[in-house]
């Protein structure tokens, strides 16, 4: 029984390492762009597992396109302030208002530690994180 117990214990201790096992982010390369990607406007794109599916309140993308991962990955938007509501492993996950300007780049990036995932928006033309905090995985462990 004992040695039940401590083999028991040993695959938990083990798994339990596994799940906090940091999934960094990577890039895409090509995007399901909304709009086009030319053109005036701000380009956003999201890093590998985001999909965005609503801007503004507006649905981008149908319940069937979110659930089979054919939501948009890179969008064209106006200038201006804009929120959107993404998902990631089929949560969604609320984007609050960012000043997107006209020319510039963005992208949604994200860190993923066991079940839980931190996410920023950065402006890559400029090199400054516009929504959220850029966190390294010892900050997001922290938390």
């Not at 928006?121 to 929504?131: A, C, I």
Request: proline residues 3%; neutral net charge.
């Amino acid at each position: 029984m004992k040695l039940i117990f401590a083999a028991i214990l040993a695959s938990t201790i083990l798994l339990s390492g596994c799940a906090i096992k940091p999934i960094p982010s990577q890039p895409r390369d090509s995007y399901n762009w909304y709009g086009s990607e030319q053109g005036e406007g701000a380009a956003v794109k999201t890093v590998r597992g985001i999909k965005v599916w609503s801007v503004d309140g507006q649905r981008i993308a149908s319940i069937l396109e979110v659930m089979t991962g054919k939501a948009f990955d890179a969008l064209k938007l106006a200038p201006g302030r804009h929120s959107m509501i993404a998902t990631v492993d089929g949560r969604d996950m609320k984007i609050g208002a960012v000043n997107y300007e006209a020319g510039h780049e963005y992208l949604i990036d994200m860190l993923k530690v066991g079940d839980r995932t931190y996410y920023w928006v950065e402006d890559t033309t400029s090199g400054q994180v516009v929504y959220g905090k850029k966190k390294t995985v010892e900050e997001f462990l922290k938390d």
